[in-house]
């Protein structure tokens, strides 16, 4: 101890501690600053000259990214970079597309690491590099696809259980407000398949999986507000970061409990409770395909639901806000349902691909309303240089830009929301399956493309499928306001929403087919 107090007592040594501390701040700032700076030699879009600070071009980001992408075009530029929220970045014409979409030097994992901090700080877990063996891309391209068929009638069951408790039978119009509520059903629906009956019913898993996604946004706004060298000691105070914790914690408690279970239950050591499991699911299928290799269920778990909940919900949300504006769709396709039920006899393995305005309806909603306005959120692991010289510089954040989807070269009157415009594609020669839902391309981006191309569309698709069959066949729809239009999608900064607020009113109705048809 006499030790320490002569060797604090001395100058040299606490003009050393203090001049470690002043490298540490200056260093963190600086790479905070540094992060802020333009990338050299790429046009600049949304800062004004004389504009010293970047707080005015941020703002423009964040409330009219779109205008601010289209100027860049307009200017004849195929590349530039725009403030966003943190840092600029590059946009991309949609013309490099095929160039870019599997370039080995962009890395989503370093744009994720960028944007959640490397997933370093507890709690942001999931943004980690979790699954260096690809253990979940495995299970959700292979095995979760695979079983398409074999879920089919379970989701649909689980659909109607649902329904009951969100939209209990009712012969006078009720209120709902879809965008809000609608993850939570989305939740329970695709728990299902990725957790198993016992735990799609849990309030405490369905709180995790819809609440985990919208909290770490939150989290990481709120972080970001304080300078890089203090937040290795302020996110254990932070209630924001403290809340995501919360949330590892229970989903962890769950998924742990219901992985000891299931192996008690293989080990012949307690029976199988009743009603026993229907079928297998993403929880199996990680234990399988993992085959002994360490693998994190409970963040697998969350990061499924990081993928899913969200996007199915706003896909969902926009396809119901597009036929209550449309309602003749809603007539149509109730036609196209009952007579492939009826020709099937109920949900067979090809019932949901024969609906094909169904799909075509899905895929129009999709093309004006995807998760962003760009795609290929990526950072450059060293400088590119693209087929016409431009050069995309070591660590630069990057974009491609998605208006291809709303391109009149490509669609014909391309704002206007067509449903059938997809299946009138379809029937030309050749083209049966290049306008599916599900397929992407160069220009077809709302599952993105390339190497990180939506890997859960397959399951999305049918899962926003079955549960619309059952919205649209069971209840009468409308907006709460008559003369509510369609509610335009929300853009904040490149990212892209539903309008949370809108009203909606539902009745029951008769279904018009056996409900046996639906597996009930
Ligand atoms: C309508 C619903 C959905 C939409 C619009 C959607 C959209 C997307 C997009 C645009 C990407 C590409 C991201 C990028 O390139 O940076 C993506 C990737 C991904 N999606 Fe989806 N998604 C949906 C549903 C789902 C579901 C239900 C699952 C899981 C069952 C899922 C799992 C994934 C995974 C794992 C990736 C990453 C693939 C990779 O890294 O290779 N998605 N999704």
Redesign the pocket.
């Known amino acids: 101890m006499a030790l320490i107090a002569g060797f604090l007592k001395d100058v040299y040594v606490w003009s050393g501690i203090l001049a470690a501390l002043i490298i540490v701040v200056v260093t963190s700032l600086f790479s905070e600053v540094a992060d802020e700076f333009f990338y050299k030699g790429v046009p600049i879009v949304g800062k004004e000259n004389g504009e010293v600070t970047n707080k005015k071009a941020k703002m423009r980001f964040l409330m009219s990214a779109r205008s601010l992408i289209k100027q860049g075009f307009d200017q004849g530029y195929s590349r530039f970079q725009i403030m966003a929220t943190f840092r600029p970045v590059i946009v991309l014409h949609p013309k490099y597309m095929e160039e870019l979409k599997s370039h080995p030097d962009l890395s ?1 994992e370093e ?1 994720m690491n960028k944007a959640f901090f490397g997933g370093k700080y507890p709690g942001f877990d999931v943004f980690a590099p979790i699954d260096h063996e690809n253990i ?2 495995d299970v ?1 391209r292979g095995n ?1 696809t695979q079983a398409l068929n074999s879920l089919a009638i379970p989701l649909s069951k689980e659909t109607a259980a649902s329904l009951e408790g969100t939209f209990p039978p009712s012969k006078e119009w009720k209120q709902y407000i879809f965008a809000q509520q609608v993850p939570l059903l989305v939740a329970r629906i ?1 728990s299902l398949a ?1 957790l198993g009956t016992r735990i799609c019913r849990n309030k405490d898993w369905l709180n995790v999986s819809v609440n985990y996604t919208i909290d770490s946004f939150n989290a990481v706004r709120v972080l970001r507000l304080w300078p890089p060298f203090l937040r290795p000691i302020v996110h254990w105070f932070l209630p924001e970061v403290q809340k995501l914790r919360d949330h590892l914690r229970v989903a962890r408690h769950i998924v742990q409990d219901e992985v000891e279970q299931r192996k008690l239950i293989r080990e012949g050591k307690i029976p199988e409770p009743e009603p026993p499991r229907t079928h297998p699911d993403v929880l199996d299928w990680f234990r399988e395909t993992a085959a002994g290799r360490p693998f994190d269920y409970a963040l697998g778990q969350v ?2 639901s990081l ?2 909940i969200h ?2 919900s ?2 969902l949300t926009s396809v119901m806000y597009d036929l209550t504006a449309n309602p003749e769709f809603i007539d149509a396709l109730r036609e196209e349902i009952r007579k492939v039920l009826q020709e099937d006899g109920g949900i067979q393995k090809s019932s949901l691909s024969k609906m094909k305005l169904l799909d075509s309806v899905l895929k129009e909603t ?1 093309r004006l309303n ?3 306005m760009t ?4 950072v450059a692991t060293r400088n590119i240089t693209l087929s016409d010289g431009a050069v995309l510089p070591k660590g630069a954040t990057v974009v491609v830009s998605g208006h291809s989807m709303r391109d009149a070269a490509i669609y014909e009157d391309p704002e206007t929301w067509d449903g059938y415009r997809f299946l009138r594609l379809r029937e030309q020669p050749g083209s049966e399956h290049r306008y599916q839902l599900v397929t992407t391309s160069n220009q077809d ?13 397959f ?3 049918n ?2 499928k079955i549960i619309l069959i059952h919205l649209l066949l069971k209840y009468d729809w409308k907006f709460e306001k008559e003369d509510q239009d369609r509610p335009p999608s929300i853009d904040i900064g490149t990212e892209m929403m539903a309008n949370p607020m809108v009203s909606m009113l539902f009745k029951s109705r008769e279904p018009g087919i056996d409900l046996a048809s639906l597996g009930l």
């Open positions: 989503f744009a979940l891309l959700v979760l695709s990725f990061a499924l993928a899913a996007t199915t706003y896909l999709l995807p998760t962003g795609v290929l959120h990526r981006l709302g599952f993105g493309c390339g190497t990180h191309v939506c890997a859960g569309r399951f999305a698709a899962e926003i």
